[in-house]
């Protein structure tokens, strides 16, 4: 899959928010590299389900090693390991 970065980091930001406001937080003021995990936005379940979203999306396979903040801690992280899977 070609991404597109912007169009990319727009789906991935509007799905942090949808997850983030199930819980009954407010993610949009949420910066492209503001860590998600300390954030408190989202627990671990809804980390786990915005990896599969990622998966589902964007027709990568994510193992579980390559569950970190390094590649998954901030959207720019995330946009960057997604597009390194679909090289």
């Not at 970065?5 to 819980?23: D, N, P, V």
């Not at 627990?43 to 390094?70: N, P």
């Amino acid at each position: 899959m070609v991404f597109e970065t912007e169009q990319a980091k727009s789906k991935i930001r509007a799905k942090i928010q949808a997850l983030a406001r199930e819980l009954g937080h407010d993610a949009r003021g949420l910066g492209d590299d503001d860590p998600i995990p300390a954030s408190g936005l989202l627990d671990s379940a809804a980390i786990l389900g915005l990896i599969v979203w990622c998966e589902q999306e964007f027709q990568v396979t994510i193992e579980m090693d390559e569950i970190t903040t390094d590649n998954f801690g901030s959207v720019n992280r995330m946009l960057g390991h997604l597009q390194s899977l679909s090289a």
